[in-house]
């Protein structure tokens, strides 16, 4: 039996910390949480001062037993994570093993030895104030949570949905109200145009000038009329304006910029983002991955200013201290970063690879030397004109930390100044073509997920331990889906002088096109508008942001947890009543649109259990009312009487249009969307595409046989063989693919079969293969049956052809046969 046992959070850290600490400790795993409040009931004695009543998560009995062994003659060491949750969690283990009250508790922010070893030298006890912390999170969260979800049941009727599925929570709930509040901005917004004036000249060499006007104009006629004044006109260049500039380094990664950076870098989800963090921290490769603070150690200063030294030379160096802006971040924690700076790149799968590089590179840059520029503006003369052309260029005299790396925006039109070619005052410009085209205003820009994190970072709502799991919570609750939309295209116009010509087009743009945006639907804006309505104070931004702070007060010893929790219950407990005695609001169950003018019913818009619809009539009718479905994305509020009567006037779905070859036209509407049915051939269309757009059969027929031409007719391609087996390029149901012996790999649904080539080929399977091999986490030799795997949604067992999902605290790959025999057995 080992004299020392060190309990950590997670199995992946164990083997680590223990080959640092001798033989003289073993460390062992609580695979996260090992209480909680119960999953089915409230778990908190409201009229005992909200006394908690913890249980032992049924997961976790063998684990505890085994801990309680492994404890028995041995000092304990609780080596949870360095924040309030992992305090809690060392508070809970001392609860249920029964460990003295001074039981040691130490805490390191890295997994090297030089932490593990000064964590070992430097114990102290639980902190009570960090446990209460969370505790009172827990216990508010819990109270909304299960007080305000049956007042939802009760008042918001979806036919054909389970009530039970909807839910508030104090943070996830204001989370959903900002998505909904960007989303009616942009519904609202009036679009207006203006005119942009840019001008091209020839300054030799084949050398292009590009200059703009300052300004905008209003109007067409303006624009116009500016265009013709410019007819004959000579160019010149009044003055040039040359300025020092400097650029300094952003400062390293906390949790909330470390999402936002791995979104517009990496194209990382706000989950994929930590959970890619979570393994490079348990391989002991970056700091700890949940912080608010852009501090960094002097030990790290002095290792990143060495690293730098060497890599570049010490004119590169600048030694630098950040403080951070969030209120409530401690300082004494220290920013992400690398462990060893004399590491470049991390082994592990690519996504690891890839975001090692990206905190290793911005941690450095972070103590490098100002990038030193030189921006020159040119100002030119129109002589038919009072109006003044602007161009602007940027040379970079000295690297400084641009060298390693540059901080990317969510300025979609942000654009770098270039360099201007030589210049002097006085100097004569041939205009080669001057603009006049019609611009657009835009609304501000919808979420995406590491936007809506900085939005409530900046709003104080949350903590960097509540950021992804909200956003996960919300996008599984259907509050807000998380997609691409394709946009709409639209006219512009476009004045063009060129020599003593002025000619005018109209030109195409498409515009509203989002990726990967985060959009409200319509069961999170019927919640939220209920919420507001009813329970404004729970999800008032400013409420929000303050409790947050009370939470921090809890944390510093400031405020009892039990005084906050019935402060904030003195309110919340007469509003649940007097909502649930209330009478029913019928606008959270159908908005009446009007009157059919045939049958003189009522017309409604509705949500049901597959997406919103159009119904005329009661069901207490004595005729069944009459229904139709929605197009996807439509949002209820935005559905007009007369849209609805259009849709409602249209026939019914599945259409039959005629007959083609000797067979059937169909067109319908399914599972995987939009499509025509002919000949036991499904032609897909878009998945947000309008089966209406072919209700005739010369436009089915036209799509049939534009399908044809795209897949079937050029479809398979067979290509060279590699590695031994044949390789074919095809287009199936679900878009087109690569066949390499037996094996399938699905190809980008916007790449064209036709124009892949052989090495695109090579490297796709390439990525495939290792795809797949990531896919296996664990095998057991001894029952081949059983398998850990990873999928879609996350590791699950695989026990024959049933997939066992994996407790979420849970680590997949110190999983056991024994443990998966017993998690399947549940």
């Not at 000064?118 to 508010?140: G, M, S």
């Not at 067979?663 to 939009?674: I, L």
């Not at 067992?797 to 994996?806: Q, S």
Request: aromatic share 8%; with cysteine; proline share 4%.
């Amino acid at each position: 039996m080992s004299k020392n046992l060190v309990i950590v959070e997670s199995p992946a850290k164990a083997k680590t910390i223990e080959s640092y600490l001798g033989k003289d400790f073993k460390v062992m795993s609580s695979y996260g949480h090992i209480r909680d409040l119960p999953n089915k009931e409230l778990g908190v004695d409201i009229e005992n001062n909200f006394e908690p009543s913890y249980v032992v998560s049924a997961d976790k009995t063998k684990i505890i037993s085994e801990l309680k062994k492994a404890a028995k003659g041995a000092e304990v060491w609780l080596a949870t994570d360095d924040d309030r949750e992992g305090e809690a969690i060392s508070w809970h283990l001392k609860e249920a093993l029964k460990l003295a009250d001074d039981t040691k508790r130490i805490v390191f922010r890295e997994i090297t030895k030089k932490a593990v070893t000064n964590a070992i030298l430097n114990p102290r006890t639980i902190d009570i104030d960090l446990v209460n912390a969370q505790q009172a999170r827990r216990i508010l969260d819990r109270l909304v949570g299960f007080q305000v979800s049956p007042v939802l049941w009760n008042k918001i009727r979806i036919s054909g949905k389970d009530r039970k599925n909807l839910s508030a929570g104090r943070v996830q709930s204001v989370a959903v109200r900002i998505v909904v509040e960007r989303e009616r901005e942009a519904d609202s917004f009036k679009v207006t145009s203006s005119y942009k004036i840019a001008a091209l000249f020839a300054v030799g060499k084949g050398k292009i000038l590009k200059a703009e006007l300052p300004k905008n104009f209003k109007t067409e006629a303006e624009a116009k009329a500016f265009v013709e004044k410019c007819v004959g006109a000579s160019f010149s260049i009044q003055n040039l304006e040359t300025k020092p500039a400097k650029k300094s380094p952003a400062a390293p990664f906390t949790t909330s910029t470390l999402q936002q950076e791995a979104s517009r870098k990496l194209s990382f989800s706000v989950a994929q983002t930590m959970s890619v963090a979570q393994k490079l921290y348990e391989a002991g490769r970056i700091t700890y991955m949940r912080t608010d603070s852009t501090n960094l150690s002097d030990d790290a200063v002095q290792s990143a200013i060495g690293q730098i030294g060497k890599e570049y030379g010490s004119e590169y160096i600048k030694v630098r201290k950040y403080k951070t802006k969030s209120e409530g971040a401690q300082e004494a924690h220290e920013a992400i970063r690398p462990t060893d700076f004399s590491v470049t790149s991390a082994t592990g799968d690519r996504n690891e690879r890839r975001l090692y590089e990206l905190i290793w590179k911005r941690a450095i840059a972070s103590q490098m030397a100002d990038a030193l520029l030189e921006r020159t503006t040119a100002t030119i003369d129109i002589s038919t004109a009072s109006e003044l052309l602007i161009a602007k260029g940027e040379v970079i005299k000295f690297e400084g930390f641009l060298k390693v790396y540059l901080e990317s925006s969510d300025d979609e039109d942000e654009e770098a100044s270039g360099m201007l070619p030589p210049l002097s005052i006085g100097q004569r410009l041939a205009l080669d073509k001057l603009t006049a085209t019609e611009r657009f205003s835009k609304p501000s820009a919808r979420y995406t997920e590491a936007s809506l994190v900085k939005k409530m970072e900046e709003m104080g709502i949350g903590r960097p331990s509540t950021y992804a799991p909200t956003i996960s919570t919300i996008i599984k609750r259907t509050y807000v889906v998380k997609e691409d939309r394709p946009g709409s295209s639209r006219d512009y116009m476009e004045y063009v002088l060129q020599g003593d010509k002025i000619s005018e087009a109209k030109g195409n743009e498409n515009f509203g096109s989002e990726k990967s945006k985060l959009f409200p639907t319509n069961l999170g804006i019927i919640v939220n508008d209920f919420l507001v309505d009813n329970f404004e104070d729970i999800i008032n931004f400013q409420f929000t942001a303050k409790v947050e702070g009370i939470f921090d007060q809890v944390a510093e010893g400031k405020v009892g947890w039990r005084t906050m929790i019935d402060d904030f219950y003195k309110g919340l407990a007469p509003r649940i009543k007097e909502v649930t005695e209330s009478e029913d609001d019928k606008r959270f169950n159908a908005t009446e649109l009007g009157t059919d003018p045939e049958s003189g019913k009522p017309v409604f818009a509705k949500l049901g259990k597959f997406g919103p619809y159009v119904q005329v009539g009661e069901a207490t009718d004595e005729d069944k009312p009459t229904f139709v479905s929605l197009p996807k994305g439509t949002l209820l509020e935005n559905v007009s009487f007369d849209y609805a009567m259009e849709l409602l006037a249209k026939p019914k779905l599945p259409l039959e249009v005629g007959i083609f070859e000797d067979q059937a036209v169909v067109v319908n509407s399914g599972r995987y969307g939009p499509y025509v049915l002919h000949n036991s051939k499904y032609y897909n269309m878009d998945k947000d595409g309008d089966p209406y757009d072919y209700d005739t059969l010369e436009k089915a027929v036209a799509f049939i046989e534009q399908q044809r031409l795209e897949g079937v007719g050029k479809l398979p391609r067979d290509m060279e063989e590699y590695d031994g087996e044949p390789v074919m390029i095809g287009k199936g149901r679900y878009g087109p693919y690569i066949k390499h012996g037996a094996k399938y790999y699905n190809l980008d649904k916007k790449e064209d079969p036709m124009e892949v080539t052989m090495p695109q080929v090579i490297e796709m399977i390439k990525a495939g293969k290792e795809k797949e091999a990531n896919k296996y986490i664990k095998e057991f030799a001894e029952d081949d049956s059983i398998k850990v795997l990873n999928g879609r949604y996350g590791a699950y067992i695989k026990v024959g052809k049933r997939n066992v999902k994996i407790p979420k605290d849970m680590e997949p790959a110190e999983l056991t046969l024994e443990m998966c025999k017993e998690l399947a057995s549940k």
